[in-house]
């Protein structure tokens, strides 16, 4: 019999209680982190302590990311129990937390008087409505709060640096989010995460703002998006669709200031957003700088990579039919078939579901809280359609497109604003036999001359100074104090 209860002495803790020998080993396991239990008791009763917390890649211990976990129990033999326990939906600061037979349910530490439609729309009309001033302070948000990343990341950092009397909010979805030293999350849809977007002076966002947001008077929000574009986006996107048309441009009148990487960028979003006659600030892309200086080392020692060793980082887009990572890479018969280590970075839409990708020298790092100390530790970039090419052509280093679905991605899902095969920096094959042959044939002479060609379109801009001159603008403008 397994007694399970939770306390929060220490930090939130589950505790199993149970009669007999002693288990090997109790884990937590869900799909983006595990958790293994203090075990302690001889004899006739025995107790695992399982911290709700965990720490990634020499980050600090969070709580553990709102996801069902499954109680693993192995006994001394090494076969694995099952485990049948029961408790409520219990509040735990942090996060909150239920157990049912052996999974283990983590949630988002929001009151449940405001987890509800009707606790929302409470909220929605106490802050987008009070009177009074709007806060010296930025509300940040990077793809839907499931990170603390991309070109809000490095515009934080420098704000922090030259107006440190600012303040600085981070939607999070849940406490798991790492964010900037001096910031302090607001989990989505709790009240403090109401209060901070309605009356931050600037938001600065890269994707689109959710639950009903409008502007309050002398709010400004700056979108810097989060990427240029390959493949068609909102207006441009294949099929006539009028409420999704409606939405582009309603979500679009929300924004003040757009952020490009670079002109062929400004083009198109101000076509495919219906952002007109209002200000494209063409600066580069802050989340760039580190790339043009800055070193690996640091992630490859977190990641537990030998300096040596050869890296290899796949990244592909998202798809519109199907929720999780693309499955066009064998990640552990590429590291054996190159001698490499293949990092694995599905896209922040992948985040949520899906599970980690495992394998001999394989680590997944779709979790991991910046791509681009990524960029910089990786030797080369195999990807698809995502704009992170457009990011990592900024180090110079070789680049490999992997396209099986190339049709039917062009012709069906979403479409491209130019031909990739006829512009590429590097190899685009369609099979993984073709990848490992190129990687390992690669020539760069042979890519030299498109290599030069790219990189003059579209980082032209991106010389390690972007953050510096968005944030001058911030300033000079007015739009925080410092």
Known sequence: ?????????????????????????????????????????????????????????????????????????????????????????????????????????????????????????????RYATRPGGLENAVFFESFYGRTASCNPLAIDRELARRAPGVTRYWSVVDLSVQVPDGAIPVVEGSPEWWRARGGARLLVVNDWLRRRFSRRKGQVVLQTWHGTPLKRLALHRPGFDPRRMAAVVRESRRWNILLAQNPYSTRILSKAYAFLRRPIWVEGYPRDDVLVSGSGDATRAALGIDAGQRVLLYAPTWRDDRTEIVDFVDAAALAEATGAVVLVRGHSRTLLPGKDAEGPRVIDVTGFPDTSQLLLAADALITDYSSVMFDYSVTGKPMFFLVPDLEHYRGELRGFYFDLAAHAPGPVVRTQDELADAIRDHDPARFAAAYAIWRAKFNERDDGHAAERVVSRILDQGLVER
Not at 22 to 27: A, D, I, L, T
Not at 40 to 47: A, E, L, S, Y
Not at 82 to 101: D, I, K, N, Y
């Open 1 to 125: 019999m397994i007694d399970a209860s939770f306390t929060t002495d220490g930090g939130a803790t589950l505790v199993l209680a149970g009669t007999g020998a002693r288990p090997r080993s109790v884990e937590l396991v869900g799909p983006r982190a595990r958790v293994v239990a203090a075990l302690t008791g001889r004899g006739k009763t025995w107790r695992a302590q399982l911290p709700l917390r965990a720490a990634r890649w020499g980050g600090p211990e969070l709580p553990l990311p709102v996801a069902d976990y499954r109680l693993r129990l192995t006994d001394a033999d090494g076969v694995q129990t099952p485990v049948e326990a029961s408790v409520p939906l219990t509040q735990l600061g942090t996060l909150r937390a239920s157990v049912e037979a052996d999974i283990v349910r983590i949630g988002p530490p929001i009151d449940p008087a405001y987890d509800s439609g009707e606790g929302q729309d409470a909220l929605e009309r």
